[in-house]
């Protein structure tokens, strides 16, 4: 039975490990009893060892402030006392716990036995969506008492907080839910079972209300969803976006009349009503969003057709939901849906959950995790997204196993057909005006003869930049080693049960009283697996054999172009494959065989029974599709696709991915895209190339009856910014990699003591950027400034441009996601530098490819592909430093080709009127001292 008195310790130590010798430097507690903190005590303690300086750089504590202090052997009695009885509590208790016990055992007495609760694990299980678990971070999502992060009073007053309002989670929890969460939590590394169990007790000797919230079905706890009625509100067919817009200034109370933007509305409105495509480059804070949902709108309503807004990044999409239409629906007189509307994968299949929850045998500590974060996940949410989810990285593995998927869905057979989170969501989308989806699903659809998305006729395509890369991913293929892997598992020779299906259908077959002969089937697999290890590490070897130069991530990118490669290597490559091929045959024969012959008979089936053989049949037509998709890539030679290996030397022996593209998309986007819609709008901030959209254009196969409009930014580039090109910076190629490394380190670390920090740094190698990072580390000591370096500190895009904006002097290195669509107006940041200008690697296989087939049509790669493609990463990478009206910086381009080529130029002409300086660093160091003042 759980005490309901709780201990909150918290610890403050010179080191990691008490092993290595490290000690406590400070206690916090608090007590905690029926939700309040009754009582505190902290005191610093004498290590009787230095406090390394990263010590008191991060904690505050240094020598003087415990020379005077006790020992621990002098407090232990008074710990001791307050611990008596209670019920330990630490946010990572394992570490606080190691301590405790070896600073008790030093002074001679027993190891803490007590009971033991971890926040972290609590709070992942309790409160499955959030972020991140750092308590700094959680104490300013749930707006936690902290004064003083890694303090030990205050961290262990912060952790008190969070746990009151854990236990009132707890507690609201419905008693199906507590009794299905019991058996998981008895996995948890902390007492977590006994908190529950005692929960799951007091609730069975009381009336539990109703919430109407809530219901139960089939013995699962759900948020009720009602379905949205779609309203036929009438629409004034005179109404124009003109008239809207003037309600913005009602509806924002900052709002100020921006040209640019009624200028796209005009725009957009005239596109969207003769049916014309349209290329709008609308510069920074032109309020594109707006421009374009408002005619977008109004042209849904009238036509009774729904708008599909389309995005790259998730975090776009959030902002259109969340701040954009909610400011829309208090602009217009009428009513209007709009929804999200993502690939199935994105869902929870609830049959599967429910079929899998209760198989605990053997799981591991992640998928308990996971299946308990999802069983309380359910109460509260109404899309059944996993964005919406902090899963564990084995809970990352096992959502495989649970999400929606077309091959294995039973559809309006299903149990859960009516509360389908999949299903639910193409119902909203249905009925919407606005359907809010991203460029993966609407070539998803286009591939899938539009099968996905609700019929629409017009599109408006936001960060269209990325529309060529994401459609020719989309119209390629790809295949690894561990896609074969983790199916066959599946089919039946992993000896994981929660794994292997098998075990499902044998006891399908058993109950049908259907002859099988297991082994065999069983024996074919598993040499189906042999054949294709074989297969997958010959190719390993013959890369490495190749010698090829390693990417920026590290992985080694490999042609595979038939005519080039060694033809003996590649006849006993084809010979392996045919005898995968013969044993997949083999696999699908037998397999299917059995789910004929149990379909025949499927009247006598539980539905979770049905539920198996759709499943293993999903999975014997993913193992079809893997083969083939194999088979086309090793065996056809097709001079408009390329195919290309990529492994990492230092991975697995059969680590290694096969991937296949068309050279040239335009064709195709032309006739299944372009062609067969009425008008699509394609917006972006880069566009254009020296004021021409002729490269998107082309790239794309978009005629030249297409619409192009170029809408300037309002702000101020004269005044507000300025580029400085140093002129005694070494060339890149002129010294070795460390040398300019060190060089440039020197650099920033001047720039940074102008700036105060308030600095991103932009590379376009992560080999680059690290040795840059731990040159600088060299140059400044710890506290100068706050050095953030994307790959070396562990967070998302979205997370260390968090901290970079929390922290004081901030420094961010960033390559690759940080050269677009990173927002940090205002003071946070005033000064950018771009290393390198950002030309893709040329040996990329898709690269070579495009620029052979250039060649052949007598152009130049260089300046049809390379440069067009450097020029708008150029200009998406100095679009991070000007996000506001008040916003001012310097931008900093330590690359000299800009200056010493002869096409260096053009990414100048292509920026917004900005003044130009060149010098010395000493010069250009004074000039940006008053210009930032």
């Known amino acids: 039975m759980m005490n309901n008195r709780y201990v909150v310790l918290d610890l403050e130590t010179t080191g990691h490990s008490p092993k290595h010798k490290d000690r406590i430097i400070q206690i916090g507690l608090v007590v905690i009893e029926e939700g309040s903190i009754v009582d505190r005590f902290s005191t610093y303690l004498n290590p009787e060892i230095p406090i390394p300086t990263f010590i008191t750089s991060l904690t505050g504590i240094d020598q003087k402030m415990v020379s005077e202090a006790p020992k621990f052997d002098d407090v232990a009695p008074r710990l001791l006392k307050i611990l008596d009885g209670a019920c330990l509590v630490a946010h990572n208790i394992k570490f606080d716990l190691n301590f405790l016990n070896a600073e008790l055992e030093k002074a001679g007495y027993f190891e803490w036995r007590g009971m033991s609760l971890d926040t972290v694990e609590l709070t992942r299980i309790l409160m499955p969506n959030l972020d991140s678990y750092k308590l700094s971070q959680l104490s300013e999502a749930l707006e936690l008492t902290h004064e003083n992060p890694h303090q030990a009073d205050s961290d262990a007053e912060a952790t008190g907080y969070l746990l009151i309002q854990l236990l009132d989670q707890l507690r609201s929890l419905p008693l199906l839910t507590l009794q299905r969460l019991l058996p998981l939590v008895k996995g948890m590394h902390s007492d977590v079972a006994d908190l529950v169990e005692a929960q799951v007790e007091k609730k069975l000797t009381q009336l539990e209300e109703d919430e109407p919230e809530l219901e139960t079905y089939r013995q699962l706890v759900l948020k009720k969803w009602a379905a949205i009625e779609k309203e036929d509100d009438p629409i004034d067919e005179t109404l124009s976006h003109h008239e809207v817009e003037k309600h913005l200034g009602q509806t924002m109370p900052d709002y100020e009349k921006r040209p640019a933007q009624v200028d796209m509305m005009d725009a957009v409105g005239e596109a969207l009503e003769e049916g014309r495509h349209a290329l709008i480059e609308a510069g920074t804070g032109i309020g594109k969003s707006m421009g374009y949902l408002i005619p977008g709108l109004l042209n849904a309503k009238k036509t009774g057709r729904p708008l599909v807004v389309s995005t790259h990044t998730i975090q776009l999409q959030e902002q259109l939901l969340d701040r954009d239409i909610p400011l829309l629906q208090n602009m217009v007189p009428f009513d209007f849906q709009a929804t999200v509307l993502k690939g199935r994968n994105h ?9 899998q929850l209760d198989q605990i045998y053997d799981n591991n500590y992640d998928v308990l995790l996971a299946k308990a974060q999802l069983l309380v996940w359910l109460t509260t949410t109404e899309e059944g997204d996993i964005e919406e989810l902090n899963l564990p990285s084995g809970g990352q593995l096992y959502w495989h196993q649970v999400k929606s998927d077309a091959n294995s869905c039973l559809n309006h057979k299903c149990p ?23 460029h993966a699903l609407l070539f998803t659809d286009l591939v899938n003869d539009h099968s996905l998305i609700p019929g629409y006729q017009e599109a408006i395509i936001d960060e269209a930049h990325h529309l060529d890369d994401v459609a020719s991913d989309h119209f390629g293929l790809q295949t690894d080693y561990f896609s074969f892997h983790r199916l066959l598992d599946r089919l039946g020779i992993s000896e994981d049960m929660n794994v292997n299906l098998w075990t499902k259908l044998e006891n399908v077959l058993k109950t049908l009283d259907i002859d099988y002969n297991k082994e065999d089937l069983l024996t074919v697999m598993r040499d189906l ?15 490495l054999a190749k010698g090829q130069k390693k990417s920026e991530i590290g992985k080694i990118n490999f042609r595979f172009a038939i005519d080039d490669l060694d033809p003996e290597w590649y006849a006993h490559l084809k010979e392996v494959f045919a005898r995968v091929q013969l044993m997949t045959n083999d696999v699908l024969r037998d397999g299917r065989d059995l789910i004929k012959k149990a379909q025949k008979k499927e009247e006598h089936l539980t539905v979770s029974q049905k539920g198996t053989l759709v499943d293993y049949t999903g999975l014997m037509n993913r193992l079809d599709e893997e083969r083939s998709t194999l088979a086309h890539m090793i065996l056809s030679s097709n001079e408009e696709e390329v195919c290309w290996l990529e492994t990492d030397p230092g991975g697995a022996k059969n680590a290694v991915s096969m991937y296949n593209q068309p050279i040239d998309i335009s064709d195709r986007l032309a006739a299944d895209f372009f062609g067969k819609k009425r008008s699509i709008i394609l917006t972006s901030a880069t566009l254009t190339i020296r004021n021409r959209f002729n490269f998107v254009l082309d790239r794309l196969g978009m ?5 192009t409009v170029k809408l300037n930014s309002p702000f101020d580039y004269k005044n507000q910014s300025k580029i400085m090109i140093p002129t005694d910076l070494p060339m890149i190629k002129e010294v070795s990699t460390d040398s300019y490394a060190s060089t440039i380190a020197g650099n920033i670390y001047r720039i940074a003591h102008v700036t105060e920090g308030r600095m991103l740094v932009l590379f376009t190698s992560y080999d680059m950027l690290k040795k840059t990072y731990y040159s600088f580390k060299e140059y400044a000591e710890p506290e100068d400034f706050s050095l953030i370096g994307q790959g070396i500190d562990s967070g998302s895009r979205a997370r260390l441009t968090k901290h970079f904006k929390q922290m004081d002097k901030a420094i961010l290195f960033g390559t690759s996601s940080f050269w677009e669509g990173v927002d940090i107006p205002g003071n946070d940041l ?5 290393v ?8 990329n296989p898709v690269m070579e490819a495009r620029s052979e087939q250039l060649k052949k049509q007598g152009k130049s790669p260089f300046m049809e592909l390379s440069l067009p493609q450097a020029i708008i990463r150029f200009k998406q990478g100095f679009g991070r430093l000007v996000r506001s009206s008040s916003d001012r910086g310097a931008v900093f381009v330590f690359d000299r080709r800009i200056v010493t080529t002869k096409y260096g130029n053009l990414f100048i002409r292509s920026l917004p009127e900005v003044p130009v300086q060149q010098g010395t660093m000493d010069e250009l160091l004074d000039d940006l001292e008053q210009f930032i003042d």
């Open 529 to 543: 697996k042999v054949e294709i290890d074989q297969l997958f590490s010959m190719m390993k070897i013959y890369i």
């Open 830 to 834: 005033s000064c950018l530098i771009i």
């Open 347 to 355: 869902y929870l299949c609830l049959r599967k959950f429910e079929q």
């Open 836 to 843: 390198r200008l950002p030309f893709n690697p040329p040996d």
């Open 703 to 707: 005629g030249e009856d297409t619409q």
């Open 416 to 438: 859960w057909f009516s509360r389908c989170f999949y299903h639910r969501s193409k119902r909203e989308a249905y009925d919407a005006d606005i359907i809010i989806t991203n």
